[in-house]
């Protein structure tokens, strides 16, 4: 028994280890990138660096392994990790296939690790990031606005036209947080292009989505987007938003010429299971009327999916593309 428990210890002073030595490496380039900019004691401002594409990673890796004691049902944890883990794979996929206009924007968070608050996972994103995009990475602080964002951005010299500028949100989780803060960073920058979500780069709040397959990703003329999967047990399902909304609007819905006997909505609701609802009949009866995902608005529908039963999944997505809001 003493002998397992040393053995832990020394693990985890390994990993400690590894960790501040990350950490280091990441402090250094970042001292070595001020440095840089400073000439006989007078900073210099650094030459300008025109981005076309910014990705912002929204607080990821919230099921790593230092996290899993704050989880009571440890089978749902090893199903959120397991969707996690190719997720993360892909992050260093995307960062090391990044272009010389490319950034990378990560908003971190404190993490509920028993000995540290910087899961060693994130150090290794950060890391790789730092060595492969230099000032190109923006690290900011849980994404409460755009202000931290904006002000380093200049302070790093970044600089992007917000008619032309394309941006993609990742992270955690798709249906949550990515979701929100797509939409506030899209209004408060004053984006012309909307910030769109990548959902093979997320990982969803809703236990039901974990494991589902991405069809396809619309946008309608009204803006509205909706994102189209089929369930494990072959369900169509889809999920609406919208990129312009501002905390306390009135919520949006669209309307879909489809049997409403045929289709119900799942809504998170922290729990792995949904919050069900069947009566979706517009007010003449002739079709559904569905919620667009939102935390913001007032009721609020964040995580809110729309499921189909005994439909085929063509005749889903020809109603859904003709799907009409409801002004």
Known sequence: MIDKQKDVTMRRIYVGVL???????????????????????????????????????????????????????KERYKAYREC?????????????????????????????????????ELVDIEVMARRKLGRRLVLCTYPTGTAEFVKLAQEQGLVYDLETVVTESWGESFDGCVAKYSSIFTTDLGLAKPMEQNFSMCVPDAAWALKVKFIEKVTLPSNIRFYVFETEDGRPMAIFFEPYRRQGEPARFVDIALEPTKFETWRYVGSATPKVTTDLATPDGTGVRVPVCSHYTEPAHNGTYLLGKDVDLATFQAALRQARLVE
């Open 19 to 73: 960790a501040a030595v990350a950490m280091c490496l990441l402090i250094a380039a970042t001292l070595n990138l001020s440095a840089q900019e400073q000439q006989g004691g007078v900073t210099v401002p650094p030459e300008p660096i025109k981005l076309n594409k910014i990705y912002f990673l929204i607080h990821p890796l919230t099921y790593v392994p230092e996290c899993e004691h704050s989880y009571s049902d």
């Open 84 to 120: 996690e883990n190719p997720v993360r794979r892909r992050y260093h996929e995307a960062i090391d296939n990044m272009g010389d206009d490319e950034a990378l924007v990560i908003y971190v968070t404190l993490y509920p690790t028993k000995d540290d608050p910087h899961p060693q």
